[in-house]
């Protein structure tokens, strides 16, 4: 492999540029309300390809995979759990052929709907199936596990120890945070973004950060805060297109591939080391972002 890590990568270069939103280019290909999108990357590896290559083309240093839903309790939901490691590996191995060897791949890992606190399910199963997916997304060619979305913080130790023990791999996490009516940035759970980066330093990930929930403008503020406590912790952003509104029955994301551009320099000075995107943002939006982080290099 020709890649360096991506912290020694950052620690020589940095800023990198992530992909964009996976849900949002599914939907955009004909994924149906109610289909499982993990199973795609069987039923449709053509699509799930493209939505690859097209963020490979768009300028992108690293992809995602299509597995944020991927853990078996996510995928009992429409009775393929049977296929867990198939479609994990698969994942991995679409994203892997769209990167080449000049990009990385990120495999990603969302929560999965279970809740440790109401006694859903115990520690040890989550971390069994946290395991069996960063094992097979290990398997399929990925350069780092990025646990995603996440405002659960025992939830997300889980994760991060899994990738740490059952896989070579680094290791990201972020969570998505909300602002109170205070103005402050918390998680459902009530965890601050310096926290939320505590704990998962302390479980061991390479790079912290935050992902959907928020545009580039609250983002910047979200990074201000982690950065201001920790001061060498690689930080990774994938943010929305702006706020959604919600209008004849979709969601329409308010920031422009020119709104992200001009805010991404912003948010680099801020402390963001990786900037992406998530819901709402397409090629187009990370293409502007790439061109805007290279120009202020």
């Known amino acids: 492999m020709s890649r360096p890590t991506i912290v020694s990568a950052l620690a020589a270069g940095g800023p990198l540029v992530s992909d964009g939103a996976w849900g949002t280019m599914l939907q955009s290909s004909g994924l149906e309300p109610g289909q499982c999108p993990e199973l795609w990357n069987i039923d449709h590896?053509?699509?799930v390809y493209?939505?690859?290559a097209q963020y490979a083309a768009?300028?992108?240093?690293?992809?995602e995979t299509n597995s944020f839903g991927g853990t078996r309790f996510k995928l009992?939901?429409?009775g393929v759990e049977q296929h867990c490691t198939e479609i994990n590996e698969t994942a991995a191995r679409l994203s892997r052929t769209a990167a080449g060897e000049q990009r990385w791949v990120l495999g990603s890992v969302g929560p999965t709907g279970k809740m440790l606190l109401l006694g859903d399910v115990t520690p040890e199963q989550l971390y069994d199936a946290f395991a069996e997916q960063v094992m097979a997304l290990y398997h399929g060619g990925c350069d780092a596990i990025c646990v995603e979305t996440m405002s659960d913080i025992e939830e997300a130790r889980l994760a991060v120890r899994a990738a740490r023990e059952r896989t070579p791999l680094e290791v990201i996490a972020t969570f998505t945070f909300e602002q109170t009516v205070h103005g402050e940035y918390r998680t459902m759970m009530g965890t601050s973004p310096s926290e939320a980066a505590a704990a998962m330093i302390d479980a061991g990930a390479d790079i912290v950060?935050?992902?959907?929930g928020n545009g580039f403008a609250r983002m910047i503020d979200i990074v201000h805060q982690i950065r201001a406590a920790f001061g060498e912790i690689p930080i990774l952003v994938h943010a929305n297109a702006g706020l959604p509104v919600h209008r004849d029955g979709a969601d329409y994301y308010s920031d422009t591939p020119q709104i992200m551009a001009e805010l991404?320099?912003?948010l680099v000075s801020a402390g963001a080391s990786?900037?992406?995107?998530?819901?709402g943002t397409g090629p187009q939006h990370i293409k502007a972002i790439s061109d805007a982080i290279r120009t202020a290099r």
């Open 274 to 279: 990786i900037v992406g995107g998530c819901c």
């Open 58 to 63: 768009a300028g992108a240093d690293m992809l």
């Open 264 to 266: 991404a320099p912003q």
């Open 45 to 47: 590896p053509d699509r």
């Open 209 to 212: 950060g935050t992902n959907c």
């Open 50 to 52: 493209r939505i690859a």
């Open 76 to 78: 009992q939901h429409y």
